[in-house]
């Protein structure tokens, strides 16, 4: 069945008491609940399961935008509210058993490293030429991968405002990883320290300028097996008011003193809040941890 934005809190509640069959311990899990197979559903914090797939979408980091094109997927679990702010509840995340809370999945990124570094404006010889031979070699393709800048438990979820379609759904500590042979492999915007902080929301921003307000959506609501699991359809999650710091570490020790002022020029970082935008097109998954572990009991 399908159903819209506003009232999502009430299937929500519908996926959170409608509870599978009791049965043996020890089993696995089936059907569309395989979709939580790494849910911490067995943590006595954890009250619902969560699989959020980024099908598409866009990453804009200063001058630079990166489409999303490889599915990224966010998974675990969320306890009980540890605060409360924007007249909406928090859930703190519980990260997933396999370790992986959010995939570490390379985007292109358009034009390649030579979008971004002119080896002829490398005035340091041994760094021009290391960086001529590297195009020289073919290996000109760059990759821009999202990973978390802090544990699953600093991300935030507001269940009431992703129903609503206002204020901050999901907030989330990030880090980009760009991935070039040249330029080593701890080149990064943000890191543990300096996070960039990402305040998605489903309704609509209101970004510093140049940058103007942009709109999510919470998407279209389907019970699945039995009203046990809430998959949302069509979910936007946006955010065009962060802050991206400048690179670090690109090119390795001592180099990144030359090569990280070249990526900063040629990217526009560090970039003040207002040039900067992130838009995940997502499908999520939802249920109890509950239902979850019913499942998983009822399959031997």
Same mark, same amino acid.
């Given at each position: 069945?399908q159903? +819209?934005g &506003?009232v999502?809190?009430a299937?929500?509640?519908?996926?959170l008491c409608?509870?599978?069959?009791?049965?043996?311990a020890q089993? #696995?899990?089936? %059907?569309?609940?395989?979709?939580f197979?790494?849910?911490?559903?067995?943590?006595?914090t954890?009250?619902? =399961?969560?699989?959020s797939i980024?099908?598409?979408?866009?990453?804009?980091?200063g @001058? #630079?935008?990166?489409?999303?094109?490889?599915?990224v997927?966010l998974?675990?679990?969320?306890?009980?509210?540890?605060?409360? #702010?924007?007249?909406?509840? !928090?859930?703190?995340?519980?990260?997933?058993?396999?370790?992986v809370t959010l995939s570490k999945?390379?985007q292109?990124?358009?034009?390649?490293?030579g979008?971004i570094?002119n =080896? #002829?404006?490398? @005035?340091?010889?041994?760094l021009?030429?290391?960086?001529?031979?590297t195009?020289?070699?073919g290996?000109?393709?760059?990759?821009?991968t999202l990973e978390?800048?802090?544990?699953?438990?600093?991300i &935030?979820?507001?269940?009431?405002n992703?129903?609503?379609e206002?204020?901050t759904?999901l907030?989330m500590?990030?880090?980009?990883?760009l991935?070039?042979?040249f330029?080593?492999?701890s =080149?990064?915007?943000?890191?543990?320290t300096?996070?960039?902080?990402? *305040?998605?929301?489903?309704?609509?921003?209101s970004?510093?300028?140049?940058?103007?307000?942009?709109?999510g959506?919470?998407?279209?609501?389907?019970?699945l097996?039995?009203?046990?699991?809430? +998959?949302?359809?069509?979910?936007?999650l946006?955010?065009?008011?962060?802050?991206?710091?400048?690179v670090? %570490?690109?090119? %390795?020790f001592?180099v990144e003193?030359l090569?990280n002022?070249?990526?900063? @020029?040629?990217?526009?970082?560090?970039?003040a809040?207002?040039?900067?935008?992130?838009?995940?097109k997502?499908t999520i998954?939802?249920a109890?941890a !509950?239902?979850v572990n019913?499942? *998983?009991?009822?399959?031997?």
């Amino acid at each position: 069945m399908q159903v +819209k934005g &506003r009232v999502l809190s009430a299937l929500l509640l519908t996926a959170l008491c409608a509870l599978g069959l009791t049965a043996s311990a020890q089993a #696995k899990l089936t %059907g569309e609940f395989t979709k939580f197979a790494n849910c911490p559903y067995t943590n006595a914090t954890a009250i619902k =399961c969560v699989t959020s797939i980024t099908n598409s979408g866009e990453v804009v980091l200063g @001058s #630079k935008k990166v489409p999303i094109v490889n599915p990224v997927t966010l998974q675990g679990a969320y306890g009980t509210p540890v605060e409360e #702010k924007e007249g909406a509840e !928090f859930y703190p995340f519980i990260a997933a058993t396999n370790g992986v809370t959010l995939s570490k999945t390379p985007q292109p990124v358009p034009g390649g490293l030579g979008g971004i570094v002119n =080896c #002829k404006a490398i @005035s340091e010889p041994f760094l021009r030429f290391s960086c001529e031979l590297t195009f020289e070699n073919g290996i000109t393709g760059l990759n821009s991968t999202l990973e978390l800048a802090k544990p699953a438990s600093a991300i &935030r979820i507001s269940e009431n405002n992703l129903a609503g379609e206002i204020g901050t759904a999901l907030q989330m500590p990030i880090k980009v990883h760009l991935e070039n042979p040249f330029l080593g492999s701890s =080149c990064y915007v943000g890191s543990s320290t300096n996070p960039i902080i990402w *305040n998605l929301t489903a309704g609509t921003t209101s970004p510093p300028p140049p940058n103007t307000p942009i709109t999510g959506s919470g998407g279209e609501g389907e019970l699945l097996e039995g009203a046990r699991i809430l +998959k949302l359809n069509n979910n936007k999650l946006v955010d065009n008011a962060w802050a991206a710091p400048g690179v670090s %570490g690109c090119g %390795g020790f001592l180099v990144e003193l030359l090569l990280n002022p070249i990526i900063n @020029s040629a990217s526009g970082l560090p970039a003040a809040a207002g040039r900067n935008t992130a838009i995940l097109k997502n499908t999520i998954y939802q249920a109890s941890a !509950f239902a979850v572990n019913k499942n *998983n009991e009822a399959n031997p």
